[in-house]
DNA sequence: TAGCCATGTTAGAAAACATAACATGAAACT
DNA sequence: AGTTTCATGTTATGTTTTCTAACATGGCTA
């Protein structure tokens, strides 16, 4: 199940194709970002690039948004989601291995845990790759 | 497994992202298209759009090079593999269900049929996403 | 030696994307 | 009611990426 993982959170999607995939607009997309809420790479000449997770993420983030909640809610929503997870860990005393680390690290933001939470598999839902 | 086919084949890649997924050059990737061994999206501005199998062609395309093996060569494997796979869906005589009409509609040319052959194992192994 | 093959390189045009600023309808607040 | 705030639309201007087409080239092969 690592190679899975490799493919979802590499970026690699142009805005353009984001636009389609998730039906947002340019502008949307940036916004969700100006509000730190999916944090796109870049390419050398500065061109958002989007993983698999950001759609995921942005996907989500619009059914939050159509449910009625504001962004301080959905920032809050992924606050507590992340410390969920953290004392998750802290509470099994989970010994990380290198390799957890290495996802924590990529994960702290993403907030897509190893754990698949109902949350995500209601991303899956929503996904128009899956 | 329905779901990741739709993954493999949805052409969302631009010609950027596939040269640094495949290290090749943009030249080498417009001439394999020129010699019809891969044939991607384009998008409404004419902009090339590549899916994961599309990349798994061209990585397998440039093995085939990097073997000594000239276009008119590769051409004739691709050529025999689909006329096999046909030729195998005829003697077990299966019968076709929609999807599998489907799937061949497309594959007819992607030449990646429903059976794991040995050669696809070995695009997986080259494939820089897995 | 002459030609072909796979690829490099260059030029010019068009598409896609970036940032920034201003505009706006619907909610929320005073 | 009037005013802010929020999420998004729109427009302008600049840069990056990709496109096609043409010409160049080193290594084989007839």
Redesign the pocket.
Known sequence: MKGKELLRSRSVL????V?KLTNL????I???EE?ELVL?D???????LYSLNDIDRLLEV?DY?DD?I???GIKEIYRQRRQKQASKRHEENKPLTDSDLRRILHDEFMNLGGLDTPDQQSFRTHNPLM
């Open positions: 142009p805005i353009g194709t636009m607009t340019a502008r949307q940036r916004y969700y509000q796109p870049r390419s050398e000449g500065n061109r958002r619009k948004l009625g504001n962004m301080a």
